[in-house]
C-alpha cells in the first residue's frame, strides 16, 4: 500500500512540473525592424585599390536595425554584380564585433576579390553593389536601400599564390611535375629563384599537381594560363623575381658569376661554380689575411656579377665580430651594398695562410646562407 502512494505522489509530481514547463514555455519573437540608411561609403563613390598594402582598407557603415524584443541582431554586408539583386551575393562578410556592430573595415585585398568576383578585371574599373543583411535567430532581413561602389583594380591577381614553382623541360628537373621547383616567397605575393633555364619551355605554377593555377610571363607582366615560356640558346644561370599583386615581372637577370670577395684587397680572391638547386660550390681557395699595421684583416663577402651589373651578398651586421661560437644565423646573406667594409663576415683566424672551401646556398629550402670549410 506505501508503494502504492509514493507511485500516486511521483505521478503527481510529474504531471505537475509538466504543467510548469508548459506555462514558463513562450514563442521566440525573431521580428526585425527595418536597417537604417547606408551612410559611409557614399553612393556611386569611387576607390582606387591598392591591395598590395596591408593597410589599405574601406570602412562601410550603417544605422542599426533593432528587434522586437530588444535581442540582439547580427549584421552581414553583402556584395553583388550592379546587376545583382542580392539573392545569391557574390560575397558576404561578416561585421565587425563579430557581427554585432552597425559597420565593418574591409581590406583592399578582399574588395579585390569583390571586384574580381563582379567581373571587373585587372587594370580595370566597374561597379559593384553592397547592402546590408540583419538577421535575428532564422530571420534575416535584407536592407532596404542598397548603393553602388565604383572600384579601380591595378595589375594584379585578386588571389596572389601561397607558394610558386617552375616547371617544364627548360628546368633543371624536367617535366616531371612532382619535382617541380619551389620559388623563395618574400613577401605576400613576391617571389624569387636562382636557377639554371636550358632549351625547352616552362611555366609556373601554385601547385606541385595537374589541378594547380598555371601562369606565365609576357614581356614585363604575369599572366594566367597554360601558356608556355620558350628558351632557346645555351643553358644559363638566372634570377628571376615576380610580384603578383601587381602582375609585373620585377627582374630577370643572367647570373654570370660568383665569386669570394676580400674586402682589404678590394677583389675577389676565388670563385663558386653552380651546380644546381640555387648551390653554388668552390674548389680550394687560397686565403691571406691582409697585414695592417694595426693587424691582419680577415673580412669577407660575396659579388655576384649579372648582365644587370654586380650585386653583394653579406651580413645583416655592418660591423661584424668573429665567427668563432656564433650560431647559424651569423652565415645568413643578404642584399648588402658595394662597401668595401660594411656588412662583411670574417673568416675564422684558422683560415689564415689555409685554403678554404666555399658553399653558397640561395634556395627555397631554408634561408640563404654560407658555409666555409678550411682545407
Not at 545583382?84 to 556592430?101: E, M, R, T
Not at 594547380?212 to 614585363?220: D, P
Not at 665580430?321 to 662597401?339: E, I, R
Request: net charge positive; proline share 4%.
Amino acid at each position: 500500500m506505501k508503494n502504492l502512494k509514493a507511485i500516486y505522489v511521483l505521478m503527481a509530481l510529474s504531471l505537475f512540473a509538466i504543467s510548469s514547463c508548459k506555462k514558463d514555455t513562450k514563442e521566440l519573437n525573431e521580428n526585425i525592424n527595418p536597417i537604417g540608411s547606408l551612410s559611409i561609403p557614399q553612393n556611386m563613390q569611387s576607390l582606387k585599390l591598392t591591395p598590395s598594402n596591408a593597410l589599405a582598407t574601406q570602412q562601410f557603415k550603417w544605422n542599426p536595425a533593432s528587434a522586437e524584443d530588444g535581442g540582439l541582431i547580427l549584421y552581414e554586408v553583402a556584395f553583388d554584380k550592379e546587376s545583382g539583386d542580392f539573392s545569391k551575393p557574390v560575397y558576404k562578410v561578416v561585421s565587425d564585433g563579430a557581427g554585432v556592430q552597425a559597420q565593418v573595415t574591409i581590406s583592399h585585398k578582399d574588395l579585390t576579390k569583390v571586384a574580381a568576383l563582379c567581373g571587373i578585371n585587372s587594370s580595370s574599373t566597374g561597379n559593384i553593389k553592397w547592402t546590408v543583411i540583419a538577421s535575428k535567430a532564422s530571420n534575416r532581413k535584407p536592407g532596404q536601400e542598397s548603393r553602388t561602389l565604383q572600384l579601380e583594380r591595378p595589375a594584379g591577381f585578386a588571389e596572389v599564390p601561397t607558394d610558386l614553382y617552375l616547371i617544364g623541360s627548360a628546368t633543371e628537373t624536367g617535366d616531371d611535375i612532382s619535382k617541380a621547383i619551389k620559388f623563395k616567397k618574400l613577401d605576400e605575393g613576391v617571389f624569387e629563384i636562382y636557377t639554371t633555364l636550358k632549351p625547352g619551355t616552362y611555366q609556373l605554377t601554385d601547385k606541385i599537381t595537374a589541378s594547380g593555377r598555371k601562369f606565365y610571363t609576357e614581356g614585363t607582366l604575369v599572366k594566367e594560363g597554360t601558356t608556355s615560356v620558350t628558351v632557346s640558346g645555351v643553358a644559363k644561370v638566372y634570377y628571376l623575381k615576380y610580384d603578383f599583386n601587381v602582375a609585373t615581372v620585377v627582374d630577370v637577370v643572367e647570373v654570370q658569376s660568383l665569386g669570394l670577395y676580400m674586402s682589404a684587397y678590394g677583389n675577389e680572391i676565388g670563385q663558386l661554380t653552380y651546380t644546381a638547386n640555387g648551390v653554388w660550390q668552390s674548389g680550394n681557395i687560397p686565403v691571406v689575411f691582409y697585414q695592417f699595421s694595426w693587424g691582419r684583416d680577415e673580412r669577407y663577402k660575396f659579388a655576384m656579377h649579372t648582365s644587370g651589373g654586380v650585386r653583394y651578398l653579406g651580413s645583416s651586421n655592418v660591423n661584424n665580430v668573429s665567427p668563432v661560437g656564433q650560431g647559424a644565423a651569423y652565415f645568413y646573406l643578404n642584399p648588402v651594398t658595394n662597401d668595401q667594409w660594411n656588412n662583411t663576415y670574417k673568416f675564422n683566424p684558422s683560415a689564415d695562410n689555409k685554403s678554404v672551401k666555399v658553399v653558397v646556398s640561395l634556395n627555397a629550402g631554408g634561408p640563404y646562407t654560407h658555409t666555409l670549410t678550411t682545407q
